[in-house]
């Protein structure tokens, strides 16, 4: 298994680009999730899913949209990139009530 | 909301036991976790313990739980120039995680 796979692993966007950052696990798991983390901050939740057609809202979802028509696929899009998106962003999975398991992070700037 | 809290830098020798503290505030957390970071790398799951126990061991890692006062520490034994790292405590809430905001752990020679 290749485990929790997200692309790019590094990306710079200027303000107002759009893009998508990929996430896929080969586990079968439902539950995915999105995060960010900053410095002294944690992780925070973005957006989640429970299954393929379901998305929820986490702590911090404005300015990012997510779309789960896969079990295995969960992207993050940023609609218009602004400076304070700059961040290292990880996705996870889990069974529904089990463990998550993280991919390597995707560090975003924004200039 | 739920708050996770934990001290953010923890500088011990090698050789010695280090001491990364968490505290927490919802009492129905079902779960607690410890993570591992280590740099330009994602979280690694480390260990966890259902809350209904005092204590975990696993190998040099040792997780106490004090329901309580909503404190969860996590020992780690002989501690390692390899165990340098930052470690975020974390409860689930419903079917979410809330993460600390990590503590770096420095170990020096």
């Known amino acids: 298994n290749a485990g929790v796979t997200q692309t790019p692993k590094f990306q710079v966007l200027k303000t107002g680009q759009s893009m998508t950052l990929q996430c896929a696990q080969d586990?079968?798991?439902?539950?995915m999730s999105w995060y960010r983390q900053d410095p002294g901050m944690g992780l925070r939740l973005i957006h989640y899913?429970?299954?393929?057609?379901?998305?929820d809202q986490g702590e911090v979802p404005n300015g990012y949209n997510v779309s789960r028509s896969t079990t295995e696929d969960f992207p993050l899009r940023l609609l218009s990139a602004a400076p304070s998106q700059t961040s290292v962003y990880f996705c996870?999975?889990?069974?529904?009530?089990?463990?998550?398991?993280f991919g390597p992070g995707t560090r975003l700037t924004v200039t | 909301g739920e708050d996770v809290e934990q001290s953010l830098f923890l500088s011990v020798r090698e050789g010695d036991s280090s001491v990364i503290n968490c505290t927490y505030t919802?009492?129905?957390?079902?779960?607690l976790y410890w993570y591992k970071q280590e740099p330009g790398a994602g979280l690694q799951l480390l260990t966890y313990?259902?809350?209904?126990?005092d204590m975990k061991q696993d190998q040099r890692l040792t997780v106490l739980l004090n329901k309580k006062d909503k404190h969860l520490s996590l020992r780690i034994a002989d501690t390692q120039t390899g165990d340098s790292a930052i470690y975020f405590c974390?409860?689930?809430?419903?079917?979410?995680?809330?993460f600390g905001p990590g503590t770096r752990l420095s170990v020096l020679p």
């Open positions: 996870a999975s889990s069974y529904r009530f089990g463990d998550q398991y």
């Open positions: 586990m079968n798991h439902e539950y």
């Open positions: 899913s429970v299954g393929a057609g379901i998305t």
């Open positions: 919802d009492s129905s957390s079902t779960y």
């Open positions: 313990i259902f809350s209904n126990m």
């Open positions: 974390a409860e689930r809430y419903g079917q979410n995680f809330v």
